[in-house]
């Protein structure tokens, strides 16, 4: 008899520990589902139900049943299930622990959001993020990440489009300049969908200037069957316009501004096939490195601004920014110089606040 009453005062303890395993070690299945049959743990359609005369066993084993089906809503759920416990419960760290996990969970879910090109979704996923785990300290950094890209992204996007409204034959060369750089943005939708989509456009843009130069080409030909003297006041003339274009675009190019640079590449391309064609197509080529150099320089001087502050947000800014300067181009290879040292600051204040956070 008194081995019997022992056995019943040991049983909720057992049970407790149970309840555990279950939570931290089983998923939710066919083991998880016998061990609960046998402990008389509640099923999930009843858990809820369940719970306001249940043991910590119950709690965990609840929470864990419902946060494994990853939804955010499911998570949150489970979060405000083992936030029941008070601070003086003899399993309230465990509960802190599995509370972050769980944030953690939402936290991804946010950012896979954003990467699906959804941001106001990820927004709204990362407020379901208690204020009392450790993972609620990197909601206002990811916020501000997420809008960061999303603004610099529109911006490129935008005058990407722009760029080829312009009526020249170089808009569609400089509208894939622009694109590229959605390339290295840190998003997903703006580096696949909306890429795609600039890229289809200027594809367009090419076709019609290829069809304008066939057009252009039938004309001179037809020119080349008039009189000799009307060809040669003919060519006088084009020859005037093309030194007057090539003029023009050799003060742009002087500015060592990325728009009047870019507007020098536009009166460069209005050259014709003539005398003047390849003086253009080598301005054109020099213009562009000098536009790279400008663009990219502009773009490391920002992304160091930004490391200087040391913060890992600024970190993970500067590095993004960096990335925007692509291999072949001027500054790439100091560009990379400088990831990589920030790299290694980002992984070792990552490294210390995963200390702190055990601590």
Request: aromatic share 8%; hydrophobic share 40%; glycine share 4%.
């Amino acid at each position: 008899m008194n081995r019997q009453m022992n056995i019943q005062q040991w049983f909720p303890v057992i049970k407790w520990w149970i309840g555990i395993a279950i939570t931290l070690s089983f998923p939710v299945g066919v083991g998880g589902w016998g061990l609960a049959q046998l402990f008389q743990l509640p099923e999930l359609p009843n858990c809820l139900s369940e719970l306001s005369q249940t043991s910590a066993a119950t709690v965990f084993y609840c929470g864990k049943a419902i946060a494994d089906e990853q939804d955010v809503d499911k998570l949150s759920q489970a979060i405000e299930l083992v936030s029941s416990l008070p601070a003086s419960h003899p399993q309230y760290e465990i509960a802190r622990q599995v509370k972050d996990q769980w944030s953690q969970a939402i936290l991804r879910l946010g950012e896979n959001a954003f990467q699906q090109g959804d941001i106001d979704r990820a927004i709204d996923i990362l407020k379901k993020i208690p204020d009392n785990v450790p993972t609620y300290k990197l909601v206002d950094n990811r916020v501000k990440q997420w809008r960061n890209i999303w603004s610099k992204a529109s911006v490129i996007y935008e005058n990407a489009v722009a760029t080829l409204g312009k009526d020249d034959r170089e808009n569609a060369y400089i509208a894939l300049t622009e694109a590229r750089k959605l390339l290295k943005i840190g998003n997903d939708y703006w580096e696949t969908t909306k890429y795609q989509e600039l890229v289809a456009q200027i594809q367009d843009v090419r076709e019609e200037q290829e069809e304008r130069a066939a057009e252009e080409e039938k004309y001179r030909q037809a020119i080349a069957k008039q009189k000799p003297e009307k060809i040669e006041t003919w060519e006088q003339e084009q020859e005037a316009q093309d030194v007057a274009y090539l003029t023009k675009a050799r003060n742009l190019a002087k500015s060592q501004k990325v728009e009047e640079m870019i507007d020098g590449i536009s009166e460069a391309s209005m050259v014709s096939y003539g005398r003047y064609y390849n003086e253009a197509q080598k301005l054109i080529a020099d213009i562009r490195q000098n536009i790279e150099i400008v663009d990219d320089r502009s773009s490391l001087e920002q992304a160091k601004k930004l490391a200087s502050r040391d913060d890992l947000l600024s970190l993970q800014m500067a590095i993004n920014e960096a990335s925007l300067i692509t291999e072949g181009r001027p500054l790439y290879k100091e560009a990379n110089e400088h990831i990589a040292k920030w790299n290694a600051k980002v992984l070792k204040l990552q490294n210390s606040e995963t200390v702190t956070s055990h601590q």
